[in-house]
């Protein structure tokens, strides 16, 4: 069975662009809902990174202090996945904050990376990953008229805790209206279908050791 762990981050919920693109997608490989452990970030909120978790982290506390106990589930959830699907908004040029929040809980030392004198060394095995980004403006192509902070920034954080497999998929130019919309989710569609082998063979894989 292929597990999917879906992080939807953005204040649309099920209704933005990006969810439902990632639902098409889960139709396409044929995963069902049993196969999806389904995070929303805004309606079901982590805490934010408190004097406890701080003290814990820096104390070496065991995994079982009560203080580690979000970061302990949201990356125990990260490792049961075989496919991580991120649907995200821009937010100021970045990530919105329940997706940093997301990140910081479970960046952690000594449990998703070690810290060497050559840099961090990832500890979560790499899996494909898949974000799909939804922007009011442009901020690649022609009509770029804004700085990408996102993608780059994104990739470096799951990179330094093992996941390197990621494939961005771009929905932009979202507030130009109806039409400036659908042109953009066709053009995302279409990228998402040019990209969607590793996901189909992690899915195919797992379904075969299972048989
Ligand atoms: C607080 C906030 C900040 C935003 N910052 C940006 C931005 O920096 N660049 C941009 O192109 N759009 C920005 N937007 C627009 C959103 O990215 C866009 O409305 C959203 O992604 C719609 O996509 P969805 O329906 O798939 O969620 C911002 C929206 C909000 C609410």
Redesign the pocket.
């Known amino acids: 069975m292929t597990r999917t762990l879906l992080l939807n981050s953005?204040?649309?919920g099920q209704a933005?662009?990006?969810y439902q693109l990632a639902a098409e997608m889960l139709a396409e490989l044929g995963l069902s809902q049993q196969q999806l452990v389904e995070r929303d970030l805004l309606a079901s909120p982590i805490p934010p990174i408190g004097r406890d978790y701080v003290l814990a982290v820096t104390s070496g506390a065991s995994a079982e202090a009560p203080a580690l106990a979000w970061s302990e589930t949201l990356i125990s959830e990260l490792e049961a996945s075989e496919l991580l699907l991120i649907v995200t908004?821009?937010?100021?040029?970045a990530i919105p904050a329940t997706l940093k929040l997301w990140l910081d809980h479970v960046i952690r030392i000594h449990r998703s990376f070690e810290s060497t004198p050559e840099g961090k060394i990832g500890l979560i095995k790499d899996r494909p990953t898949l974000v799909l980004v939804?922007?009011?403006?442009f901020?690649t192509g022609p009509r770029a008229r804004?700085e990408d902070f996102l993608t780059p920034y994104l990739r470096y954080a799951l990179a330094s805790i093992g996941i390197r497999n990621v494939h961005f998929v771009l929905?932009q130019g979202?507030?130009f209206g109806p039409d400036a919309v659908a042109t953009a989710v066709d053009a995302a569609r279409d990228v998402l279908r040019a990209q969607l082998e590793p996901f189909k063979r992690q899915a195919q894989g797992a379904l075969t050791a299972a048989r």
Do not use: D, K, R
Not at 134 to 137: E, K
């Open positions: 953005g204040p649309h933005s662009h990006g908004p821009m937010h100021n040029f939804s922007s009011g403006g901020h804004q929905l979202l507030v």
